[in-house]
């Protein structure tokens, strides 16, 4: 079983106390026995839960990019959306900014996320870690910020309540999947926790 480097110092987030950090075994907790708030956590299972939820979380993804989105029915005329579209349908009807920032934030950032999860995760269940896996690991934390699926998906609702009396809307397959990949990927992310994966890396063979 790995365990926490025990010379490295632990700041309490709650308090400031400083303190030794101590050797935890998964699913055990630090706590400040100052003020008693966690100041870390090692998860149990945590590394399998995040490779489970991020496996799970790339074919939604690929389901999400693949099937339509939304399909729109009015008299006669009948047209079909797929996710991808969204942004280059923003692009052509002359809002560029607004399309690359769908781009990115729909598209560009889960992808990031998912793809650097598995290539993290992945090799460290066996105790081994890729070569770059360190700069990525910052760059999958900073792409956490950016994953907006989820005022995405907020965003649409909101339209199709204003579209619905306009023309008939039908939820396509793509959309519940990006529902399903949302909470994935979420779960994917809350299972990680950064001090510990930090911990695993340092420990794992390159
Ligand atoms: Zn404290």
């Known amino acids: 079983m790995q365990s926490t480097s025990p010379t490295q110092p632990l700041v309490c987030h709650d308090c400031d106390a400083l303190l030794a950090a101590p050797q935890l075994q998964d699913g055990e907790k630090a706590i400040c ?13 945590s590394l399998q839960r995040t490779a489970a939820f991020a496996m799970a979380s790339a074919v939604l993804f690929a389901v999400a990019n693949s099937f339509p989105f939304l399909t729109m029915r009015a008299g006669f ?33 889960p992808a990031l996320l998912i793809g650097g999860l598995l290539y993290i995760v992945m090799p460290l269940l066996w105790g081994r870690r890729l070569p770059g896996t360190v700069a990525l690991c910052r760059w999958v934390f900073r792409a956490r910020r950016w994953d907006m699926t989820e005022v995405f998906l907020l965003s649409v609702l909101v ?3 204003k579209l619905g009396s306009l023309a008939e809307l039908t939820l396509g397959t793509s959309f519940w999947a990006l529902v399903a990949l949302i909470v994935c990927l979420t779960a994917a992310v809350a299972s990680l926790h950064p001090r510990d994966l930090w911990a695993r890396i340092e420990e794992a063979r390159p």
């Open 77 to 109: 005329r009948e047209s079909q959306m797929l996710l991808w579209e969204s942004a280059t349908g923003l692009g052509a009807g002359g809002y560029p900014a607004l399309a690359a920032a769908v781009a990115i934030f729909i598209i560009a950032a």
């Open 33 to 45: 026995p100052r003020c008693v708030g966690v100041i870390v956590s090692r998860g149990r299972n």
């Open 159 to 161: 339209s199709l309540m």
